[in-house]
């Protein structure tokens, strides 16, 4: 889940007690909550400045969900640096909780009202 | 890796039938068995690879809550720690019974209020102090066990994990995290969880200190704050929080009190153990 994007398997599929296993609750497909998209459940949505951004990792490493995704996409600020990670939200699955915002040290996240313009 | 964890916080947001977030092998246990469930299954993965059935060293490791470790699943733990199973036993801390919503357990700290134990004028939350876990784990003399805090993660969490599991041959290891629930604690908003993480251990309440062979180090940045020039105000931490929001000045500086013991127990520990002083 580090790096990238995780696409979720296709169906999840209720079984019937005739083809679950002998005993016990048995869940056959891993990580199927991907599926279960709850990103309607925030009010506030995080907004990443690419260009403030220092790739510092703060934000992915306290995201409790996660959803921030390390993508190898290089990238070039209107500065001049060079970087050949970006740092992008999972709008699908990110609840709003801005740890992120208010733990970034360059203050390059802000947390937008959901339904406003950015 | 196989992960055993029995209900508790992590258990109800993580496996919501038909659904499942872990990608790993995964078993739910019963609340108090974590520790049991835990040996069997590093006994069977042993018994495997002696018999040439596996020929693969899978790592097994308890994830349980404060009320599966404090209360309830003590005896099990106990039990594994005892007959030195090579498990990595996890406990994350919100102290409190939080998602049946905010009950006491062993883990919930002195004056703190819970649903079943509400401040009023004679009672004032809880009257008893926090259970210290790390001294009774320390004491089946395990190989490696460690605090940790949830604002430390990138290198002090990330390395008290790594280093317990490179000691699962010799035995069992035990890391004690904290983690605050806004909900429970509550008067702070979500985004701030991490800054009240953080906040406990700048004001000595939750120190990180590690047990390693024998020897009790207190890790960085806790090393710092023995010393109660450079620690924050506790009020910081107490009064952020609604459990506390009675508590008085004088309560406070019981609280105070309690935690300058502890850390000069700590200390104590350390040296009697045979560390050499940060700040001689």
Same mark, same amino acid.
Request: hydrophobic share 25%; glycine share 14%.
């Given at each position: 889940m580090s790096t990238g994007a995780w696409t979720p398997p296709k169906t999840t599929k209720l079984m019937g007690w005739r083809e679950l296993p002998a005993i016990g609750g048995y869940i056959?497909?891993?990580?199927?909550?991907?599926?279960?998209?709850? *990103?309607?459940?925030?009010?506030e949505r995080p907004v990443i400045d690419q260009d403030a951004c220092?790739?510092?990792r703060t934000c992915w490493m306290y995201c409790p969900e996660p959803a921030i995704l390390e993508l190898d996409k290089p990238y070039v600020t209107k500065d001049g640096r060079r970087y050949d990670l970006t740092y992008e939200i999972d709008y699908d699955h990110c609840? *709003?909780?801005?740890i992120c915002a208010h733990e970034c040290p360059t203050k390059a996240i802000k947390m937008v009202p959901e339904g406003a313009e950015e | 890796m196989i992960i055993v964890n029995p209900t508790g916080c992590l258990e109800v947001t993580t496996t919501i039938y038909p659904y499942t977030s872990w990608g790993v092998p995964y078993i739910h246990v019963a609340f108090e068995n974590a520790g049991a469930v835990a040996s069997g299954i590093e006994a069977a993965i042993k018994a495997l690879n002696k018999n040439g059935l596996l020929k693969r060293n899978t790592r097994v490791i308890a994830i349980a809550g404060d009320g599966g470790t404090y209360d309830i699943g003590l005896q099990a733990l106990s039990g594994m720690l005892e007959r030195g199973h090579g498990v990595l036993y996890v406990l994350y801390d919100?102290?409190?019974?939080?998602?049946?919503?905010?009950q006491r357990s062993g883990g919930t700290p002195k004056f703190a209020k819970t649903t079943t134990m509400p401040a009023g004028t004679v009672i004032r939350g809880k009257i008893q102090k926090k259970k210290d876990i790390m001294s009774i784990v320390m004491a089946h003399h395990i190989p490696y066990a460690a605090t940790a805090n949830?604002?430390?993660?990138?290198i002090d969490l990330v390395n008290k994990v790594r280093k317990a599991l490179s000691y699962l041959e010799e035995g069992p290891a035990f890391i004690h995290v904290l983690a605050p629930c806004p909900p429970g604690?509550?008067?702070?908003?979500?985004?701030k969880m991490i800054e009240i993480a953080r906040l406990a251990t700048e004001t000595g309440y939750f120190p990180l200190y590690e047990w390693d062979r024998d020897r009790l180090i207190i890790n960085p940045p806790s090393d710092m704050y023995m010393d109660k020039r450079l620690r924050k105000p506790l009020r910081e931490f107490v009064k952020a929080q609604s459990r506390w929001s009675h508590v008085t000045d004088e309560e406070i500086k019981e609280l105070e009190k309690d935690i300058e013991d502890f850390l000069n127990y700590l200390w104590r520990l350390s040296i009697g153990s045979g560390v050499p002083t940060p700040y001689a």
């Open positions: 056959m497909e891993p990580m199927s909550t991907t599926k279960n998209t709850t *990103g309607s459940w925030r009010t220092i790739r510092c609840k *709003g909780c801005g | 919100n102290e409190a019974y939080m998602n049946t919503g905010i949830v604002a430390y993660p990138p604690w509550g008067g702070f908003p979500d985004e």
